[in-house]
């Protein structure tokens, strides 16, 4: 074999194995579920949104980025709370529990957070009680604006069971967003798919799922709310399509 016949052998040997690797690749990526829960039970009238449509004249306002105008799921006793924001000022939380259908207790004291320009997160603070399996609570950011307006944005969720789900090990972040989403627990794949995104960012994956959290909100009420539901969902795309 001459030695132009040897190195086009190789060259052509080594392009099979690339073009076979990336193919490889390629097919081993796995496919993400997609958040459409089963159970999207309406959420009480404590969720409409409070003060005017943001701080800013434009742009996009203090947006949570949970399930609104259904209840979501967790499976943890402190959850991670998570919502945008388009300045870096404080905001405050705080934490209801339901005691009946639309009525609710404050638990622990208000507390002041720091924010930045972006996603912002919330693991809930340990100086509040772990939250009880079978309650529905209800977390609320809250901001003010220099015209002195507070903007006040509400959500609510249920913790059920850990007990009631498989107790399987999961080797790669995909995997276990995967079984989250499928299980309709939000929160959980949420705060997954933020582990590996910079500070204040989205990320592609967790882009993908506030994109179908978009999909899945519920156009209830009357029409003031269904038009403020509305903005909500063109809010959520808009965060979504700029993996902000």
Same mark, same amino acid.
């Given at each position: 074999?001459?030695?132009?016949?040897?190195?086009?052998?190789? !060259? @052509?040997?080594? $392009?099979?194995?690339?073009?076979?690797?990336?193919?490889?690749?390629? +097919?081993?990526?796995?496919?993400? =579920?997609?958040?459409?829960?089963?159970?999207?039970?309406?959420?009480?009238?404590?969720?409409?949104?409070?003060?005017?449509?943001?701080?800013?004249?434009?742009?996009?306002?203090?947006?949570?980025?949970?399930?609104?105008?259904?209840?979501?799921?967790?499976?943890?006793?402190?959850?991670?709370?998570?919502?945008?924001?388009?300045?870096?000022?404080?905001?405050?939380?705080?934490?209801?529990?339901?005691?009946?259908?639309?009525?609710?207790?404050?638990?622990?004291?208000?507390?002041?957070?720091?924010?930045?320009?972006?996603? !912002? @997160?919330?693991? $809930?603070?340990?100086?509040?009680?772990?939250?009880?399996?079978?309650? +529905?609570?209800?977390?609320?950011? =809250?901001?003010?604006?220099?015209?002195?307006?507070?903007?006040?944005?509400?959500?609510?969720?249920?913790?059920?069971?850990?007990?009631?789900?498989?107790?399987?090990?999961?080797?790669?972040?995909?995997?276990?967003?995967?079984?989250?989403?499928?299980?309709?627990?939000?929160?959980?794949?949420?705060?997954?798919?933020?582990?590996?995104?910079?500070?204040?960012?989205?990320?592609?994956?967790?882009?993908?799922?506030?994109?179908?959290?978009?999909?899945?909100?519920?156009?209830?009420?009357?029409?003031?709310?269904?038009?403020?539901?509305?903005?909500?969902?063109?809010?959520?795309?808009?965060?979504?399509?700029?993996?902000?």
């Amino acid at each position: 074999m001459s030695h132009q016949h040897f190195v086009f052998w190789q !060259n @052509k040997r080594r $392009l099979t194995s690339l073009v076979v690797g990336v193919v490889f690749l390629l +097919t081993a990526v796995p496919a993400f =579920a997609q958040f459409k829960p089963r159970d999207r039970k309406p959420a009480s009238g404590n969720t409409r949104p409070g003060g005017s449509r943001g701080c800013l004249a434009s742009g996009i306002p203090l947006t949570q980025l949970a399930p609104q105008t259904f209840i979501g799921k967790t499976a943890s006793k402190r959850p991670m709370l998570a919502w945008y924001m388009s300045s870096s000022q404080n905001a405050r939380f705080q934490l209801y529990e339901f005691d009946s259908a639309n009525t609710v207790k404050k638990i622990g004291q208000v507390k002041e957070i720091p924010t930045t320009v972006g996603i !912002n @997160k919330l693991k $809930l603070p340990v100086d509040y009680p772990e939250l009880t399996v079978g309650k +529905t609570y209800l977390w609320q950011i =809250a901001i003010d604006c220099e015209n002195d307006d507070t903007i006040i944005r509400r959500a609510e969720f249920t913790v059920i069971n850990p007990e009631s789900l498989a107790k399987n090990r999961f080797t790669s972040i995909p995997e276990t967003i995967n079984y989250y989403v499928e299980n309709d627990l939000w929160y959980e794949a949420l705060e997954e798919a933020l582990k590996v995104t910079g500070n204040g960012k989205l990320g592609q994956t967790g882009a993908t799922l506030v994109k179908e959290l978009a999909q899945s909100e519920m156009l209830i009420g009357d029409r003031v709310d269904q038009k403020k539901i509305q903005q909500r969902i063109e809010y959520l795309q808009k965060i979504a399509s700029e993996r902000i």
